[in-house]
């Protein structure tokens, strides 16, 4: 059950004898690549953008903080109006909000968060101390980008950052309880292996069976647009209607590649049009919650994690579910996708992608 979706604002080296980070591997390198491939992003959507327009005028505040903590922004910062929070440490992303900054509902919230909501009149500063009292279930190896909290017993949220734009975004969902299909998958044996590949076949099945008004845009059913996820994401301009709008989309997405090269790959791609399908737009086991059974083995729960979910072409999911296999994996994850997601199923499709994505800016 998806429960709402919020977008808040906010606002934003020590010497080691024995061992110093790379400077390419610290916060700040991070956070400037990030705030780099934003921008390459823009560009690409706007060729003529105003770059000084783009960057906001926290970006200097941000980096900073990411240097060297977020007491150096506060002395460093003597005229700013103190920030209606509560401490965190730097590494949470609880510590960058803003109770004060507005905030803007995209999504309908179900009765029992508006209830949640409701004691507070200010949204963002109920948002703030809700989160200040929740349970954390997950967080990035960057913490500050990317948190999962328990609200209460049936409704968690996660929690991501823009903060190139200085906003913080957050997805409601129904919590599911059981543990990631990612922690248990080495453990099982390949019949168990199967099992679970046929549970998803028959999820996917009926995802994909929803039904679309031709009158509709591809992209979320917010019709917020099409999104291209990979390191960074790219979103659509303008409303995208057919798999070939979709297509000039995707293939639009290169500032290097010439359009020799462009027209090349995507003359390769099957000329039957096809089918466009509700999809997930990131299956893989972290996204997939499994409880065991009385007899042992592991059964399906739900499929979390969907705020890259919308209708795309049918083969879509088959490109996002692969698209982090490297050369070095050694999972055999990829062995037991469900055919309909499976590289098998749209070979030509996923070979173009692969190839595609090396020239892409937000890969």
């Known amino acids: 059950m998806h429960h709402g979706k919020v977008e808040a604002s906010a606002n934003r080296a ?42 906001t005028s926290k970006y200097i505040d941000s980096l900073q903080s990411f240097k060297f903590g977020a007491s150096a922004v506060s002395q460093t910062s003597p005229t700013e109006t103190p920030r209606s929070k509560i401490p965190f440490p730097d590494t949470d992303i609880r510590s960058r909000l803003d109770a004060s900054k ?16 409701r004691p507070c009149q200010q949204l963002s500063a109920s948002i703030v ?33 823009d903060e190139v734009f200085d906003n913080y975004y957050f997805l409601f969902t129904s919590f599911i309880p059981g543990i990631s299909l990612e922690k248990v998958w080495p453990q099982l044996r390949d019949v168990e292996k ?64 010439s359009p020799l090269y462009t027209d090349l790959l995507r003359s390769l791609m099957p000329s039957g049009s096809a089918a466009c399908v509700f999809s997930h737009g990131d299956i893989r086991p972290a996204n997939i919650i499994v409880r065991r059974c009385g007899d042992g083995s592991f059964s399906v729960a739900g499929i979390i994690d969907w705020e890259s979910s ?18 070095r994996e050694q ?4 062995e037991y ?19 595609w994505d090396r020239s892409l800016v937000n890969s």
């Open 310 to 327: 919308g209708f795309y072409p049918e083969y879509w999911d088959c490109v996002k579910a692969a698209n982090n296999l490297t050369p």
């Open 129 to 161: 101390a809700l989160l200040a009292k929740s349970e954390v279930l997950y967080e990035s190896a960057w913490a500050a980008s990317v948190m999962v909290f328990r609200l209460n017993e049936n409704i968690v949220v996660k929690v991501t950052s």
């Open 194 to 257: 199967h099992a679970i590949k046929s549970q998803l076949e028959t999820l996917l099945s009926s995802l994909r069976s929803l039904p679309r008004s031709e009158s509709s845009p591809l992209g979320d059913v917010q019709e917020g647009g099409c999104q291209d996820a990979r390191r960074g994401v790219r979103l659509s301009s303008k409303p995208i209607m057919n798999v070939q709008q979709f297509e000039d989309f995707i293939f639009a997405g290169s500032q290097t590649a």
């Open 331 to 334: 999972s055999d994850w990829y």
């Open 14 to 55: 020590s010497v080691n004898r024995v061992k110093k980070a790379k400077p390419t591997q610290t916060p700040a390198a991070r956070y400037n690549r990030k705030v780099l491939r934003s921008l390459e992003n823009a560009i690409s959507e706007d060729p003529e953008a105003d770059l000084a327009g783009l960057l």
């Open 102 to 117: 507005p905030s803007t509902i995209f999504c309908e919230l179900s009765a029992e968060l508006d209830g949640l909501l």
């Open 337 to 355: 996708l469900p055919r309909s997601i499976s590289p098998r199923q749209y070979t030509i499709q996923w070979l173009v992608d692969r190839v």
